[in-house]
C-alpha cells in the first residue's frame, strides 16, 4: 500500500493545535497521531513530501509533482481543505490548519505587546480567541453574521456562545465586516467596513475552509463542494473519498452532506479502506459529531441541526452555562447539545444512529 502526502511530516492530531499546543501547555511531540509510533508495523510504504498533482480516473493513474506516474487498483482521496486567507502580504497575519501554523501563532502570542483580532467566530475562531485569552492575551473577535457559530448552531446557543466569550473578557463584535489591514512590515489594524480601526499585533483568520479538489479537475471525477460519492462513499470505480474532501448522501439525515469534523474524518476514513474491498458494502450512515473547549465549557453535539429545527434545554439551562438541548424535525430527534453534560450526550448520540423518535428522547429526562 502507497500513502502519499505532500507535507514533509506527519500531520499531527488537530484538536491540541487551538488548544492546549496553542497555549503552550503541551509541546508538538504530545500532538502526534497515535499512528505514528505504529508505522513501522504496518506495510506501508510512506511517501511524505509527494504530492499529487493530476488524476485520471478512467486510466487509473496519478501524476505526481516530480512528474512521474502510479498506477493503482484502489485509490482513497483525502486530501482535505485548505482555509481560505486574507489578502495580505504582512507578518503576523495567520490561519490555524497545522502544526506550522500553530507554532507561528504561539510565538507571536508570546511576545508583546499581545492584542490578537479573530476574524471569524467559527469554531476554530472562537476556540482561538478563549485560549489566548486565557494565556492573557488582549483579544477582539470580529464576526459577520448576528452571533457566533451561525452556520452550524441555532441563534440561542450562539448568543449563549457570544457572551460566555464576553464574560472572559473577549471583546465580542458582531455584524462586522473586515475592510483591510494595515502595517508596515507587520499588522498593525484591522480596519473595519464602517472604518473603525482595531489595533493588533496579531491576526488570525477563521474564515472557513475550501475542500482541496484543485488537483482533481478533469479527473472524472464529480465535483462541486467537495467529491460527490455515492451512499458508500464511492466517487468513481474503485476510487472512495473521506474527510473533509467527501461529499456524500447521508440516508440517516437524508440529506447530502460534507462535514469538517475531526471525528468523521477517522471514521469515514476506516470506513472507505473497507468499501473498496466490499461490492456490498452498507451505506455510510453516521451521526455527525464534534466538540469544542471554551474555557472551562465543553461543548458537545451529535446529529445534524437544520435551520427550522425547534429546540427544547431539557436539562439545566443557559444561565448556568450547563445544560442539555434536544432538536426536534417533526416527530423525531435530529440533535443533542451538551454543555458540560458528556453523558447525555453520549447516550443519545448511541441511540440516534437509527431514526429516534421524539417521545423516546423526551423519556431519557423523565418528560
Not at 495567520?94 to 490578537?116: F, K, V, W
Not at 457572551?163 to 489594524?189: I, K, M, P, Q, S
Request: proline share 5%.
Amino acid at each position: 500500500m502507497i500513502v502519499l502526502d505532500g507535507a514533509s511530516e506527519l500531520p499531527p492530531d488537530r484538536p491540541p493545535l487551538s488548544k492546549k499546543l496553542l497555549a503552550g501547555v503541551i509541546e508538538p511531540a504530545a500532538a502526534r497521531q497515535p499512528i505514528a509510533a505504529r508505522l513501522d508495523e504496518l506495510s506501508l510504504d510512506l511517501r511524505l513530501g509527494s504530492r499529487a498533482e493530476s488524476l485520471d480516473v478512467t486510466a487509473r493513474t496519478i501524476t505526481l509533482d516530480d512528474g512521474s506516474r502510479l498506477a493503482f487498483d484502489g485509490l482513497v482521496l483525502a486530501t482535505g481543505a485548505t482555509p481560505r486567507r486574507l489578502d495580505t502580504a504582512l507578518a503576523g497575519v495567520h490561519t490555524l490548519r497545522t502544526l506550522e501554523d500553530c507554532l507561528a501563532i504561539r510565538a507571536d502570542l508570546e511576545s508583546a505587546p499581545r492584542r490578537l483580532v479573530v476574524i471569524g467566530a467559527g469554531f476554530i475562531g472562537a476556540e482561538v480567541a478563549a485560549t489566548a485569552r486565557s494565556m492573557g492575551v488582549e483579544v477582539t473577535i470580529l464576526e459577520s453574521a448576528d452571533l457566533p457559530m451561525q452556520r452550524v448552531l441555532p441563534g440561542a446557543i450562539g448568543g449563549f456562545v457570544a457572551e460566555l466569550l464576553a464574560g472572559e473578557g473577549v471583546d465580542v463584535r458582531l455584524g462586522v465586516t473586515v475592510d483591510h489591514l494595515e502595517g508596515g512590515d507587520r499588522v498593525e489594524r484591522v480596519v473595519l467596513g464602517d472604518g473603525t480601526a482595531i489595533d493588533a499585533d496579531v491576526v488570525v483568520a477563521g474564515i472557513g475552509v475550501v475542500p482541496s479538489t484543485g488537483w482533481l479537475e478533469g479527473s472524472g471525477l464529480t465535483l462541486g463542494n467537495g467529491v460527490l460519492c455515492d451512499e458508500t462513499c464511492l466517487a468513481a470505480p474503485g476510487v472512495v473519498a473521506a474527510g473533509d474532501l467527501a461529499r456524500w448522501p447521508n440516508p440517516l439525515y437524508g440529506e447530502t452532506m460534507r462535514i469538517e469534523q475531526w471525528d468523521n474524518a477517522i471514521e469515514q476514513g476506516a470506513y472507505a479502506g473497507r468499501r473498496l474491498l466490499q461490492t456490498d458494502a452498507v451505506p455510510y450512515a453516521p451521526v455527525p459529531w464534534f466538540w469544542s473547549d471554551l474555557f472551562d465549557r465543553k461543548l458537545q453535539l451529535a446529529g445534524r441541526v437544520g435551520p427550522g429545527d425547534h429546540m427544547e434545554i431539557v436539562d439545566g439551562s443557559l444561565e448556568e452555562r450547563r445544560f442539555v438541548a434536544l432538536f426536534r424535525r417533526e416527530d423525531r430527534c435530529v440533535a443533542v447539545l451538551g454543555v458540560n453534560r458528556p453523558r447525555f450526550v453520549v447516550q443519545l448520540r448511541m441511540q440516534m444512529t437509527v431514526p429516534f423518535s421524539w417521545t423516546d428522547a423526551m423519556a431519557v429526562f423523565g418528560r
